[in-house]
């Protein structure tokens, strides 16, 4: 079976997915040992790699090197690519073009960042073989145009907006779709709506799966880590272990807690 299916079947069986970022070698090879059900090359790559402001600098070409250090180092486990800034947004031939550089350097599947105004997007790559996992809520490629990296949907309309893009991305052919800094009530309305999988970043437990970037839960991440942040390594003896221990909670629902998400219920 092919990763993303045997993804989504775990999904159906309602067992939680868990999802970790990560962009080099030996970190994958751990993450696949460990049982992680999905590696999430992100372009926070930029902030954590390589010191860079926000993720907006980072080119195709660093995307597929890291895309291509991490598949050399996995087998079988789901490996999913961000589509940088700049790589799709100006036409739909032009992400096509960008997503089958990641695809050729070893993704199964891209992700990028919008709602209705990608929908065309999305059902030109996936009619072209091209897996597609959304990202809806906080778009850190957006960020000087929403007003920064605060939770977002607080607004009855706009959360009638976030479940509709939703709704349009399933439609469109996406995969699965991840739900960044949204209150948990409404990554759940999200969620009950969708059939495909939503993988939550600050959205509360209620989605499909969760994601965190890895440094983060490793707490190598320098300065103030968000709420929705947990140090994996207090309580661990090695790297090994704090992955092991991120994966169980995730997969038990005890990550993340009342005290990662945001609570605020839809205005
Ligand atoms: O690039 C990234 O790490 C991401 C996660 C925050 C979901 O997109």
Do not use: W
């Not at 049982?35 to 390589?50: E, K, N, P, T």
């Not at 839960?217 to 207090?234: A, H, Q």
Request: aromatic share 6%; charged share 15%.
């Amino acid at each position: 079976m092919s990763p993303m299916l045997s993804l989504q079947q775990k999904c159906r069986e309602d067992e939680k997915i868990a999802m970790l970022t990560c962009y080099d070698a030996s970190f994958a090879s751990r993450l696949e040992s460990a049982g992680i059900d999905a590696i999430l090359v992100g372009d926070s790559l930029g902030m954590v790699v390589q010191g860079q402001p926000t993720t907006l600098p980072v080119s195709l070409s660093d995307m597929a090197y890291h895309t291509a250090a991490v598949a050399r180092a996995t087998r079988n486990t789901l490996i999913i690519a961000d589509l940088p800034f700049g790589s799709y947004q100006a036409s739909p031939g032009q992400a096509f073009d960008a997503a089958a550089r990641l695809m050729a350097s070893g993704a199964h599947c891209v992700k990028l960042e919008g709602g209705e105004l990608m929908a065309d997007t999305v059902h030109f790559l996936t009619s072209r073989g091209i897996p597609v996992c959304g990202h809806l809520g906080l778009l850190p490629q957006s960020v000087f145009t929403s007003g920064g990296y605060g939770i977002q949907a607080k607004t009855t309309a706009a959360a009638e907006r976030l479940i509709d893009d939703a709704l349009l991305l399933e439609q469109a052919g996406a995969s699965m779709v991840v739900l960044e800094a949204i209150p948990a009530a409404l990554a759940r309305q999200t969620t009950e709506r969708i059939k495909i999988p939503t993988i939550g970043i600050g959205a509360g437990n209620e989605c499909d799966g969760q994601v965190l970037v890895l440094y983060d839960m490793l707490g190598i991440t320098p300065g103030k880590t968000p709420r929705f942040v947990r140090n994996f390594m207090d309580g661990a003896s090695s790297i090994q272990q704090a992955i092991e221990h991120y994966i169980a909670a995730v997969k038990d629902g005890s990550f993340p807690a009342h005290q990662h998400s945001y609570l605020k219920p839809v205005a």
